[in-house]
């Protein structure tokens, strides 16, 4: 039975309020055990793997994920676990973090249309230009009437992306503060974890709410039927990556993807020996 993708689209035309959906939430049953959940997880990656193949070989669509999340909302993590297995030549990470001088030195849009995808491509925005009606609100590093027009600017740039052959799609994994407070007290207290602590995040926590708020405004104007905003709940890290994982399988299904018809009649050629 086909996963319903669809039940985490953010509705164009709604108000999304974030406190409607339970982040710890999932679609399972209590009793499903979790070598399920983990062969699930691996068939998904294997069927992503054979269809960013074939899309590498037609180099015809272009897919753009977005990923915005909290801090220690999983972005990172669901990367890792979704793309593993695809052939790293046809997909690149593009993570954005505060703009350099020269960056800020032009547009918002420009250090991100720069990298989107080319023919064949997955390119994952690791925060986008999202952060700019984000970040930019909460820390009020513009002024309201400056990143208020943002949204009609993202929507007419991510049009013209899908018109120009773009695959868009969007995803917010939305944790509860009780989650963000466990995983940033695990980045104090794992070794292994205490490079991505960051005692800014402890100031960006106090302001969760107006987070919140940004993040709602910001899906809410821009979820459009090309371009969709997914909300999805990203408490259990192993339920998120399903979702996002079966969001990336059945946006590429949707593509109806095949190999490219070869350049030479293949028929009678012989590979003589040597
Ligand atoms: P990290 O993802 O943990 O490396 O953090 C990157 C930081 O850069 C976050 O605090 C973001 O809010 C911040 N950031 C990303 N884009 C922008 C932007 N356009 N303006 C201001 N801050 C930004
Ligand atoms: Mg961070």
Redesign the pocket.
């Known amino acids: 039975m086909r996963f319903p993708i669809e039940n985490y689209i953010a509705k164009p035309g709604h108000i999304l309020d974030l406190a409607d959906m339970d982040p710890s939430a999932t679609s399972y049953q209590k009793g499903d055990s979790r070598d399920d959940v983990k062969g699930r997880l691996k068939d998904l990656n294997k069927r992503l793997e054979e269809l960013q193949h074939t899309l590498w070989a037609q180099k015809k669509h272009r897919v753009l994920l977005v990923l915005q999340a909290m801090?220690a909302g999983g972005?990172d993590g669901s990367i890792r676990k979704v793309f593993t297995g695809v052939n790293p030549a046809g997909v690149r990470v593009e993570?954005?973090?505060?703009?350099s001088k020269n960056e800020l030195s032009r547009d918002?849009l420009w250090r991100c249309h720069q990298v989107v995808p080319t023919d064949g491509e997955i390119v994952v925005f690791?925060?986008s230009h999202y952060?700019?009606v984000?970040?930019?609100r909460v820390?009020g590093?513009k002024p309201e009437d400056v990143w208020r027009k943002r949204y009609q600017h993202i929507n007419d740039f991510e049009r013209m992306l899908t018109d120009e052959g773009t695959t868009v799609v969007k995803i917010f994994l939305h944790i509860s503060p009780k989650e963000q407070k466990r995983r940033l007290q695990r980045r104090l207290d794992e070794p292994t974890k205490n490079w991505k602590f960051?005692s800014?995040?402890l100031e960006?926590r106090q302001l969760w709410h107006e987070h919140q708020e940004a993040f709602e405004e910001a899906i809410s104007q821009t979820t459009t039927e090309r371009a969709p905003w997914y909300v999805i709940p990203a408490d259990n890290k192993w339920y998120r990556d399903i979702v996002v994982s079966e969001i990336m399988v059945q946006t590429l299904e949707n593509l109806n993807l095949t190999y490219p018809e070869p350049e030479e009649a293949l028929e009678g050629i012989k590979i003589g020996k040597i």
């Open positions: 801090d972005k993570s954005f973090g505060k703009p918002y690791n925060r952060e700019d984000l970040a930019v820390l590093l960051k800014a995040d960006q």
